[in-house]
């Protein structure tokens, strides 16, 4: 039966010891799961659901085939009736939950967007203190509509791509994450990309461009924030 199942997948995942991504949504699940594989990818050996076996048969079988030389796993959980995120949470234990949005899928079963949302919150029930939850924060219903609850809430946004373009300059924009000193039209501080603290890091304010001499990272402000992302999240991952 589906519990029998469910059951032993539970058991299996007891005995993984790795950080465990899942992702959830109305729409947009498998974009955005392959996209966190693709950029965890260029550091670590990521594990990740095949196709669409989001299902609460799907998501078992994803746990039985894991690759024990993972250094990562990156999960998509769907659901389509009351209950079913409990139990897939139960299956899948994510330490870090990443939402799309939250849609018009299933609302035959669940009767309105709010209760969509409800259901799928309970794909944090076994996360613990202090652990990250990726909300969109341009989704109406998503959007401050987070529970107060025990884990890390981070909202993530395209309207921060658009503050930045339109900022004053690249130094506007850096300098809200790296103490910056003055030299003429340049400015200098330590990199963010690499653990260095030597100020090898400058942003050309005439040219609107950053550039790091130990890691090699540059480009504009639009690409600075890109990076500085994509390096959170994988030190949330570590």
């Known amino acids: 039966s589906v519990k029998a199942v469910q059951k032993l997948a539970v058991y299996e995942r007891s005995k993984i010891n ?18 966190i594989t693709s950029a965890l990818s260029a550091q670590k050996k990521v594990y990740s659901t095949k196709g669409n076996s989001n299902s609460q048969i799907g998501v078992p079988k994803t746990v039985f085939e894991f690759d024990d030389d993972a250094d990562i796993a990156v999960l998509e959980l769907g659901m389509s009736m009351p209950g079913e995120m409990q139990e897939l949470a139960r299956v899948a234990k994510p330490n870090t939950v990443a939402f799309t949005n939250i849609g018009v899928t299933h609302i035959e079963n669940l009767g309105s967007r709010e209760n969509i949302l409800s259901e799928k919150m309970h794909i944090t029930d076994y996360m613990q203190n202090g652990e990250r939850v990726f909300l969109n924060g341009d989704n109406e219903y998503i959007s401050g509509k987070a529970p107060e609850y025990k884990n890390a809430v981070m909202y993530y946004s395209d309207e921060i791509i658009e503050e930045v373009k339109m900022a ?14 003055r030299q003429g039209n340049t400015y200098f501080g330590p990199c963010p990309f690499h653990k260095e603290k030597t100020p090898s890091f400058s942003v050309n304010a005439e040219k609107g461009i950053f550039k790091c001499f130990g890691c090699g990272a540059s480009g504009d402000a639009i690409s600075f924030l890109m990076q500085l992302n994509h390096q959170s999240f994988l030190e949330v991952m570590e």
Do not use: F, H, W
């Open 168 to 181: 004053n300059n690249i130094v506007d924009v850096v300098s809200q994450y790296v103490p910056l000193k």
């Open 18 to 35: 790795i950080p465990v991504i899942a992702v959830t949504g109305s729409v947009g699940k498998t974009t955005t799961r392959e996209m």
